[in-house]
């Protein structure tokens, strides 16, 4: 499966980057030239990612196709790991099962996973970690606790959920350590090694933000606007996108769910895995709960469930197995693998067209619909041809995908619109902010994105930034526009051709050049 999944990954490699790709890849290419997190461009992700990102890019060039072989590269890593758990724990019929399902999950383009996001970065320092720490249990050396905590503080500092993980690492010592008569002593050793281990990480963040000079917004960011952001969810809306989400990934993925709830059952009804019942079921859970992180149930958090899900697919293909060829011992390894393969085929054959035959452009329209990514890349494209390096630019909107094509500075730090328009007790102070970048830089060029999924502003949204616009246009003139007209057709107008457009579609993408 490892081959097959490659090669979709591989014919997708030029599909246009979206938001978090463009701003992790911007921050990213700001880091390889020396400018750390935080210091031009903000956002409440954690620096693992944008560091992440800089060895990608390092390693495959600062382009889409770069961005996507790390992607390429993360997803083998994960999908190997995941097979060494699993044989770890029940031998290599299982192991080659959950692999299999793991690989083809992972490529789900409803759970965004042909994208390159933070959550794929998450998963194999945590799958590292767990594998350490079932060595470190077995042999009781500190050293591996301590390289466990590692991983596990690794995961933290790639995205704050991917912290949750140190948890399972936590009780499953602790549960181990019961089951195998450790002594007290010993296991607050045991503790304090893989604490310390994870600590380790998140400290050396600390100095090399606070030498860089970044820090204090990294905290903001982090700490104190994240945690605002965190309550900003309501009821209403995570039902509807826990609905949503679900609803989108489900109809490719409700084999292996079905299999994995399998598994959920013989695991606690069962005796046949009771020695490991205790690690998968935390292991869920915990996942469960990094996936649901504030309640906003985005498609790509699910990815965070995959490994745990993928593994008890694969128990509950080996149960059943169990159940239909009791009498036949020879054939439950056969019973087994269609069921998986029956998997794996169902989420391919779903999802055919886009890993198939779809042109990349195709592909960011089936999943992202009209969502500015393809007209991003032209857009970058007439700026970078008429701008110098030093040149800064300014996207009124959340498109950070620009900065990076473009390969030009930002003129603010705001990357995102969305926290400015956000119901949040900092967003007027930003929109201030915001505003004194832009006049200070007097940026060379201008975008505006016209399309809402690009803002998300409400009727609460505070209008300052709005007002003062009304007044900032009158130093640009309009050079460039794309009228994204439907899914198949967007009408791009440059220079003269631009500026007297009318366009067609409520949708679209303006071009802005400074007239003094």
Same mark, same amino acid.
């Given at each position: ?5 490659? /090669? ?8 246009? #980057? ?37 060895? +990608? &890019? ?18 083998? !890593?994960?999908? $190997? ?10 031998? /290599? $019929?299982?192991?080659?099962? /959950? ?11 409803? !759970? ?40 596990? @503080? ?12 140190? !948890? ?18 010993? &296991?607050?050793?045991? #503790? ?20 860089? @000079? ?26 509807? =996108?826990?609905?949503?989400?679900? @609803? ?8 292996? +769910?079905?299999?994995?709830?399998? *598994? +959920? ?9 009771? =020695? ?6 935390? %292991? ?21 469930? #995959? ?105 603010? *730090? ?8 956000? =119901? ?31 803002? #998300? ?10 007002? %003062?616009?009304?007044?900032? %246009? ?5 050079? @460039?526009?794309?009228?994204? +007209? =439907? ?6 107008? %440059? ?22």
């Amino acid at each position: 499966m490892l081959a097959g999944s490659a /090669a979709i990954r591989l014919r997708l490699l030029d599909v246009p #980057l979206d938001r978090d790709e463009g701003e992790y890849a911007y921050i990213a290419s700001l880091l390889l030239d020396g400018v750390p997190p935080y210091a031009r461009a903000y956002n409440m992700k954690m620096p693992g990612i944008y560091a992440a990102y800089a060895l +990608v &890019l390092a390693a495959f060039g600062r382009t889409t196709v770069g961005v996507h072989l790390g992607l390429l590269v993360i997803t083998t !890593l994960s999908t $190997v790991l995941l097979f060494l758990v699993a044989r770890r724990l029940h031998g /290599a $019929v299982v192991a080659t099962c /959950a692999a299999t399902v793991f690989a083809t999950l992972a490529l789900n383009p409803r !759970l965004l996973g042909l994208a390159t996001y933070a959550e794929p970065f998450v998963l194999p320092a945590v799958l590292a970690g767990v594998l350490v720490s079932l060595r470190a249990i077995e042999s009781g050396r500190l050293t591996l606790f301590v390289v466990a905590g590692v991983l596990h @503080g690794l995961a933290f500092v790639v995205k704050q959920s991917g912290g949750l993980f140190a !948890l399972v690492a936590v009780f499953h010592v602790v549960y181990e350590a019961r089951a195998r008569g450790v002594t007290a002593r010993d &296991l607050a050793a045991r #503790l304090v090694a893989l604490a310390g281990g994870g600590l380790v990480p998140a400290a050396m963040v600390g100095v090399w933000l606070a030498l860089a @000079g970044s820090f204090a917004n990294f905290w903001f960011w982090t700490v104190d606007y994240a945690t605002a952001y965190g309550g900003l969810q309501t009821l209403p809306g995570a039902i509807f =996108s826990f609905t949503s989400a679900t @609803g989108a990934f489900m109809p490719a993925a409700w084999p292996a +769910v079905l299999l994995a709830l399998a *598994g +959920v059952v013989v695991l606690v009804f069962g005796d046949a895995w009771r =020695s490991v019942r205790a690690l998968h079921l935390a %292991w869920l859970v915990t996942a469960c709960a990094a996936a649901s992180l504030g309640f906003y149930f985005r498609s790509q958090y699910f990815l965070l469930m #995959l490994p745990p899900v993928s593994m008890l697919a694969a128990l509950g293909a080996t149960a059943a197995a169990d159940v239909l060829e009791r009498d036949r011992a020879a054939r439950r390894g056969v019973v087994a693998t269609v069921l998986v393969l029956f998997t794996v085929g169902w989420a391919v054959a779903s999802d055919r067209f886009i890993f198939f035959q779809a042109t990349p452009a195709q592909v960011t329209r089936a999943i992202h619909d009209r969502n500015p990514f393809v007209e991003a890349v032209e857009v970058a494209r007439y700026i970078r041809e008429r701008s110098s390096k030093d040149d800064r630019i300014a996207v009124i909107g959340s498109e950070p995908e620009i900065y990076f094509y473009a390969g030009r500075p930002a003129a603010t *730090g705001y990357v995102y619109m969305y926290p400015l328009m956000e =119901s949040q007790p900092y967003a007027a102070r930003m929109q201030q902010q915001l505003i004194r970048e832009l006049t200070d830089a007097r940026p060379r060029y201008l975008v505006f994105v016209n399309i809402h999924a690009s803002w #998300l502003s409400t009727p609460a949204s505070d209008r300052t930034l709005v007002t %003062w616009f009304d007044g900032y %246009w009158r130093h640009f003139e309009r050079v @460039g526009i794309a009228d994204i +007209v =439907s899914r198949e057709v967007t009408k791009y107008r %440059w220079d003269d051709a631009a500026r007297g457009y009318t366009p067609e579609s409520p949708l679209w993408v303006g071009v802005y050049r400074r007239l003094d």
